[in-house]
T-cell receptor
């Protein structure tokens, strides 16, 4: 399978714990995006990388959230001191610069439940 | 404030008929408009897009119409098939940080009855 891969698919944690999600984009894609989707809403943009550089962050990305893409390949999204409001589906997507119209390739998502 | 609005949470149509999904936007600076389709337990998949300088784009059974003066776009599916049953997200792209980053609506759940 050469699509966008996300792990873990499901994570249940207690409030106050830290969680980390991993995204492996399509191998030749140099752009990587993180979105969050809550029930009844569309995907909401969190942050975007071109290669290893984080070029854009949404105001939704509070200080408890940090994203990295250290070698320009896979990316991690860490949430510290989780809150119940963090419960959501976290979606990763990638794209090629040549397709720069907003056409993204999404993974299946990582669902977070904070108890 | 929602920049991309899909006011119909759901739509039900009969197989073979036309499905029309609607979307409104508020930001006139968007350059591209896109539709994504999402099945349960899967990520959204790109369906079709249109540039802001065009008013129609067609791809097989799917046609997107753009009315810039009304800040409105629609997706037509003809003929509708049961396999089209999914959530459809409208999205609009503007440049942020050197990339076109889509802003999504809340989605419309389409059910096509056999």
């Amino acid at each position: 399978d050469t699509g966008v891969s996300q792990n873990p698919r499901h994570k249940i944690t207690k409030r106050g714990q830290n969680v980390t999600f991993r995204c492996d984009p399509i191998s030749e894609h140099n752009r990587l995006y993180w979105y969050r989707q809550t029930l009844g809403q569309g995907p909401e943009f969190l942050t975007y990388f071109q290669n290893e550089a984080q070029l854009e962050k949404s105001r939704l990305l509070s200080d408890r959230f940090s994203a990295e893409r250290p070698k320009g390949s896979f990316s991690t999204l860490e949430i510290q001191r989780t809150e119940q409001g963090d419960s959501a589906m976290y979606l990763c997507a990638s794209s090629l610069r040549a397709l720069n119209t907003g056409e993204l390739f999404f993974g299946e998502g990582s669902r977070l439940t904070v108890l | 404030d929602q920049q991309v609005k899909q006011n119909s949470p759901s739509l039900s149509v009969q197989e073979g008929r036309i499905s029309i999904l609607n979307c409104d936007y508020t930001n006139s600076m968007f350059d591209y408009f896109l539709w994504y389709k999402k099945y349960p337990a899967e990520g959204p998949t790109f369906l079709i897009s249109i540039s802001s300088i065009k008013d129609k784009n067609e791809d097989g059974r799917f046609t997107v119409f753009l009315n810039k003066s009304a800040k409105h776009l629609s997706l037509h599916i003809v003929p509708s098939q049961p396999g089209d049953s999914a959530v459809y997200f409208c999205a609009a792209s503007g440049v942020r940080g050197g990339s076109y980053i889509p802003t999504f609506g809340r989605g419309t759940s389409l059910i096509v009855h056999p």
